[in-house]
């Protein structure tokens, strides 16, 4: 059992759970990601590791209230502990030899895209953040983001916080006045990665993409996580489990990786709300 040493709730549908791991803690790396259970007839989730601290030995995951594991999870409280927490697993972000980086979160990846961002500026790597969230009612992790960041950018779709508009909007803008960046790391929904790429397709700046599909044992025996990329003309199968979750954005097909992720999306709609239903009778 895994006990949870804190909870905070960074919005009302994101939370961030710290987790006594200390073996977990030791090894993981900015971009993994860790395997949990909330109890022993619960589903297996993977949540990218949001933080760790080696010496006390705790790893913190931020995840948003999707379905019904999630909701599960939500309802845990510090005290309270999981039933496994298994990792660290995925390819860590590739970090090495960068300069100047511009890191592009949005929503909840923004969790994902942190830790990135404060390990690069520990190396003293300067680093533009960009983070977007659809209104101010949704914003996380704003403080950590401009202690870590030598430039941050904050967009929402509708304007009440930060500048108004999507994350591509002070990306080109940089772009096209000549800004130059050794990599783009880009970390949130699939149709915003999507849009990111584009907008630096023409400029020929590196886009790193990480991905998050289905997935089930983390080990890339159940195939779940599949993606297809597109290398050289051929078409490429990989598996976000172990060969990511990091990708190059331009060999990635956004399309049938959207497609895939729709499939689910009612079944997760009915688990979430039998969970509530299973809360409120207790």
């Keep these: 059992m895994y006990k949870i040493v804190s909870k905070r709730v960074l919005n009302p549908t994101v939370t961030q759970l710290e987790i006594e791991a200390p073996l977990v803690a030791k090894k993981a790396q900015p971009g993994q990601f860790i395997i949990l259970r909330v109890d022993e007839e619960g589903e297996r989730i993977p949540l990218t590791v949001a933080g760790t601290d080696p ?4 790893v913190k995951i931020i995840f948003q209230i999707v379905g019904g594991t999630t909701e599960k999870l939500n309802h845990k409280e510090a005290g309270d502990s999981l039933q496994d927490f298994v990792g ?3 390819v860590a972000t590739h970090l090495d030899g960068l300069k100047k980086v ?3 979160g949005g929503g ?3 969790a994902i895209a942190m830790p990135i961002a404060q390990a690069l500026h520990a190396r ?3 680093v533009t953040s960009i983070i977007g969230f659809r209104n101010q009612d949704l914003l996380i992790l704003e403080d950590e983001f401009k202690a ?3 430039k941050l950018f904050v967009m929402t779709d509708d304007g009440s916080y930060g500048r108004h508009g999507n994350v591509t909007v ?4 940089m772009l096209e006045a000549g800004e130059t960046f050794d990599e783009v790391i880009t970390i949130g929904p699939i149709i915003m990665m999507k849009f990111v790429v584009a907008a630096c397709k023409p400029f020929e700046v590196p886009v790193t993409v990480s991905m998050n599909p289905i997935m089930i044992d983390g080990t890339g025996m159940c195939g779940g996580c599949r993606l297809t990329l597109n290398q050289d003309g051929k078409k490429v199968t990989k598996f976000a489990c172990v060969d990511g979750p990091d990708f190059n954005g331009y060999e990635v097909d956004f399309d049938e990786a959207m497609s895939r992720g ?3 999306a009612d079944f997760e709609r009915h688990a979430y709300e039998k969970a509530c239903n299973l809360f409120k009778k207790n």
């Design 55 to 58: 010496e006390a030995g705790t």
């Design 102 to 104: 511009c890191i592009v």
């Design 108 to 110: 909840v990846g923004c």
């Design 148 to 150: 870590c960041s030598d």
């Design 124 to 126: 003293g790597v300067e």
């Design 262 to 264: 729709r499939m689910y």
């Design 170 to 173: 002070p990306l080109k803008e």
């Design 88 to 90: 660290p697993l995925g």
